[in-house]
């Protein structure tokens, strides 16, 4: 019996050259020892939101974070205005219901996490 699982004998090339100048530049600018350096610093301004009432949990590893938001007349219903509320004051960040993911870029520096997190904080704040 033969199971058929598409064309993976062979890659488009743009795609695998895309691929190869992706890994080259995260070799050369050294895209994860920087993560490394800045994680510190990015999860402590992260979590210091958590002195904010409506901040129900946080939590966070490397360059990435969740925050979670009291739901207010349902589930999501918060969250969704939130996002809206962000986008306004300058900030995209992905929200699931109540729960916001902040992932800066690997090339972010300790003042674009400063900028994200008063964002965060002023956003927060309106509620």
């Given amino acids: 019996m033969e199971f058929f699982h598409g064309y993976t004998y062979s890659a488009h090339p743009a795609a ?38 409506i901040i129900t949990d946080i939590r966070g590893y490397g360059l990435f974070a969740g925050i979670d938001i009291s739901p207010e007349g349902g589930a999501g219903v918060r969250g969704f205005d939130f ?13 699931t219901g109540d729960a916001g993911l902040l992932a800066p870029p690997l090339i972010a520096e300790p ?14 704040m309106e509620y």
């Fill in 16 to 53: 695998c050259a895309a691929g190869l100048a992706t890994m080259d530049l995260f070799e050369k600018e050294d895209l994860v020892a920087r993560a490394e350096t800045l994680s510190p610093y990015f999860l402590d301004q992260v979590f210091a939101l958590s002195d904010l009432e």
């Fill in 111 to 124: 003042k674009h996490i400063d900028r994200m997190c008063e964002i965060l904080r002023q956003t927060l």
């Fill in 83 to 95: 996002q809206k509320r962000l986008y306004h004051n300058g900030l995209h960040i992905k929200m």
